[in-house]
């Protein structure tokens, strides 16, 4: 049995990937403008990095909106869970006291087969549809 995958379907996970990436950026942006925050003055939130944070996490939102729109919720909501991947492999290197261990290695592996399982299953399950 040939597994199918439309093109909707394909351009709607790509979707969300990049939502993903937005997402993360967005989150990496928030804590970078969080460290420039002085306790007691609410206006030093105010910086660029916590504005490019609201930017960056708004066009990750956009785009799971239109990726919504293309394909299944139930194939295309799992991969949002790759936001950690992307914060895994980028804040050890802007955020001295992020690291990654051995465990959060293993986390960022199981996250990454379960996504592709998922996606792997819901094209079989779509096969058995168009065949049956």
Same mark, same amino acid.
């Given at each position: 049995?040939?597994?199918?995958?439309? !093109?909707?379907?394909?351009?709607?996970?790509?979707?969300?990937?990049?939502?993903?990436? &937005?997402? #993360?950026?967005?989150?990496?942006? /928030?804590?970078? %403008?969080?460290?420039?925050?002085?306790?007691?003055?609410?206006?030093?939130?105010?910086?660029?990095? &916590?504005?490019?944070?609201?930017?960056?996490?708004?066009l990750g939102a956009l785009l799971m909106?239109?990726? &919504?729109?293309?394909?299944?919720? #139930?194939?295309?909501?799992?991969?949002?869970a790759t936001s950690y991947v992307w914060?895994?492999?980028?804040?050890? !290197?802007?955020?001295?006291?992020? &690291?990654?261990?051995? /465990?959060? /290695?293993? %986390?960022?592996?199981?996250?990454?087969?379960?996504? #592709?399982?998922?996606?792997?299953? #819901?094209?079989?399950?779509?096969?058995?549809?168009?065949?049956?």
């Amino acid at each position: 049995m040939d597994v199918i995958i439309t !093109r909707t379907q394909k351009r709607a996970m790509a979707l969300m990937v990049v939502c993903t990436i &937005f997402t #993360s950026l967005g989150q990496i942006f /928030w804590k970078l %403008g969080v460290n420039k925050y002085i306790s007691g003055n609410i206006l030093s939130l105010l910086n660029i990095p &916590f504005i490019f944070g609201f930017v960056a996490y708004g066009l990750g939102a956009l785009l799971m909106l239109i990726a &919504f729109r293309r394909g299944e919720l #139930s194939v295309l909501y799992p991969i949002v869970a790759t936001s950690y991947v992307w914060v895994s492999l980028i804040s050890p !290197r802007l955020f001295p006291d992020d &690291f990654m261990n051995a /465990w959060k /290695w293993a %986390g960022v592996i199981i996250i990454l087969i379960s996504v #592709s399982i998922l996606g792997w299953a #819901s094209s079989r399950k779509k096969a058995e549809v168009l065949d049956g």
